[in-house]
């Protein structure tokens, strides 16, 4: 073989392997929080309660009280992996919260309810629901309600989403 055909081979070859290979999806973890003194309100709205939103928490100061909290949905993203409430007993004694997810359908079959119960004090308490748990989160944004007892703030809502970056 003489030198230009080697050459020629070399520099073909070498660009055949060096020719970009097609970009596989990339997919990033992406969460919502949302704040509760705007995420969540009283099921049943009262002007007699002792919760209440502040700058750490939506508070119950009071006696037990039904709390509903919302998650928001990134209109693009998929469908979530995660869906959790956040507290923290500010009154230093431990309790259990029972909290209930609901995922509104929106094929017409009726919603689908979860519901946990976690365990709250003062370094703070996640009640999360996984996608087996209510549906695949198909349909609506879910919401969560709470029985909140007096001496715990709900500190944040999150919603764990799959969001493609590109390939």
Known sequence: MNTKMLAAATALIGATLGMAQPALAVTDSKTLFLDPSTAC?????????????KATGYRNEGANAFVICGTGQLAGGGAPTSMS??????????????CTAVNRQSSGSGPVYSTKVGTVDGSGGIIEWLPADVNSFGGFASSMTCILPSGVSITGTRLVFPVEIGS
């Open 85 to 98: 409430i956040q507290m923290l007993a500010f009154d230093g004694a431990s309790h259990d919260v029972s």
């Open 41 to 53: 309100q009283l099921s049943i709205p009262t002007t007699d309660t002792a919760v209440r939103p």
